[in-house]
């Protein structure tokens, strides 16, 4: 049975949700599920912007039929390539043959490589600002390379002032209902995941993000339509200026996070000092991670939420601790900038993660790693609680 949602008078979402999905790409975890979500223009001509993966086609398919009422499916615009979003292109053009596929040039070739459909006579390329009509919508599209594919597209409706944004301005979280972002507390109950979504699949694109704001900042948009996570119709600039933090590496406040790994619960005891004599002096909302436990995600996340960050760890073989390094190679591959790191270092007879943690912090630019350090043999002695003064006073001063 379908179900859909109408966005406009003549366009409706005709996506899905999987809250069964454990890991999203197989990496990220996503305990509210994930929306795959599609477009459906009911005009002169229907055109629908993308498809959805796999897993929920039963219903998508259930919804476009129910939408078009025995009408064809006209036009087709792949926005992004990207098999959650695009597996099903093979199932719709066997259903309505007829169609035409709108794309990038780039997009044609994946086409190419994922399936083994004819696309000589089917296949419309576009090139930036280019347009197509409808009827009464006018859709004119605008190249996205690298936000987060090379072959991306965003599609404007001059009609109605909508963007379809494809993974931009999207988040983790199915769709509860409740299709708008307006409807729901998003701030307090999404913004996390939105920001962790943002940062693990965008955050290492950030100038690529800022060229498609400055596309975007021409145009009149009332509306955005992601390909996950809610629509927006209200308070649009709020999360625009989301990703004018994000995609300049611009701390959204100044804050403290303390990430550490433990084996034995000595760095981790340091690390909780350091918290406690942080809250003492005033900092507030500081947030402490043990690395073992909490997904790398949540930790690049929260690393491109705040303005400074406490890395504690124990040597490990010589190196390291594995879940620390993991996590920094994270980072660093996600082109962080702007942020200011302090070290901790456990060794009970060679110190040397201190060392080899700001050897990797060196790739991050325009980052600020503190001379003042922590550096403890097994646990942490009385005589150095004048070190972890110091460090505090060192982020304090920093801040």
Known sequence: MYCVKKVTEDIYWVGGSDRRLALFENVFPVPYGISYNAYLVLD????????????????????????????????????????????????TVLRYPNLKIVCSAKALSMLKNYFDIDLDDRVIVVKERESLTSGKHTFTFFMAPMVHWPEVMVSYDATDHILFSADAFGTFGAING???????????????????????????????????????SELEIQMICPLHGPIWRRNLNWFIEKYQQW????????????????????????????????????VRNIKVYDVSVTHVSEIVSESFRVSHIVLCSTTYNAGIFINMENAL?????????????????????????????????????NTTVLEQTVSIKSALKDDQREDVEKLVDSILESM
Do not use: C
């Open 247 to 282: 995609s300049t590496y611009t701390p959204e406040e100044k804050a403290v996070i303390i990430v550490y790994a433990s084996v034995y619960g000595h760095t981790e005891n340091v690390a909780n000092i350091i918290a406690s004599r942080l809250a003492d002096k005033g």
């Open 44 to 91: 002169e001509k229907t055109v629908l912007f993308d498809t959805v993966d796999k897993s929920v086609q039963e219903i998508f398919f259930e919804n476009i039929s129910h939408v078009l009422a025995g009408r064809p499916l006209d036009y087709l615009v792949v926005d992004h390539m990207e098999p959650d979003h695009a597996a099903t292109i093979q199932q």
């Open 329 to 365: 190679h994270d980072i660093v591959a996600h082109n962080l900038q702007n942020r200011t790191f302090a070290i901790v270092e456990n060794g009970s007879w060679a110190s040397t993660a201190g060392k080899q943690m700001r050897e990797l912090l060196a790739g991050l630019k």
């Open 178 to 216: 409740n299709v708008f972002a307006d409807e729901i507390d998003f701030e307090n109950d999404h913004l996390s995941d939105a920001r962790r979504y943002y940062t693990n699949i965008v955050g290492k694109y950030g100038p690529q993000v800022q060229a498609l704001l400055k596309k975007a």
